[in-house]
């Protein structure tokens, strides 16, 4: 059973951290991409990080420098360090292979974790 449980989420002033977590199960967890995405209220969910099975990882413009994804093959989890942040990071950020998995026809998501950054 294909299961992405993120932690981590919570209310952080502009220019503080979060450290973000996803434990993942039932799929072969090493040998895929896999990505933090995330949604802000009223706009589409864009992938913020990705990390390759080997180590390497991209970033979109917004968060380089900023933020680092890694992650513990050993342990089927993935890590989102957010420094810097600002107002505009609020969104719900979910974890997911990088193109996201699909069961039924359908991409499977969790159920997210919200950061909330205020200015």
């Known amino acids: 059973q294909v299961q992405l449980v993120e932690s981590g989420g919570g209310l952080v002033q502009a220019g503080g951290s979060l450290r973000l977590s996803c434990a993942a199960s039932?799929?072969?967890?090493?040998?895929?991409?896999i990505g933090w995405y995330r949604q802000a209220p009223g706009k589409q969910r864009e992938l913020a990080a990705a990390?390759?099975?080997?180590?390497?990882?991209n970033y979109v413009n917004s968060v380089k420098g900023r933020f680092t994804i890694s992650r513990d093959n050993a342990k089927n989890t993935v890590f989102l360090q957010m420094n810097s942040l600002k107002p505009e990071d609020t969104a719900v950020y979910y974890c997911?292979?990088?193109?996201?998995?699909?069961?039924?026809?359908?991409?499977?998501w969790g159920q997210g974790t919200q950061v909330t950054v205020s200015s």
């Open positions: 990390i390759s099975g080997d180590g390497s990882a």
């Open positions: 997911n292979t990088n193109p996201p998995l699909r069961i039924n026809f359908k991409d499977y």
């Open positions: 039932g799929f072969a967890f090493t040998s895929n991409r």
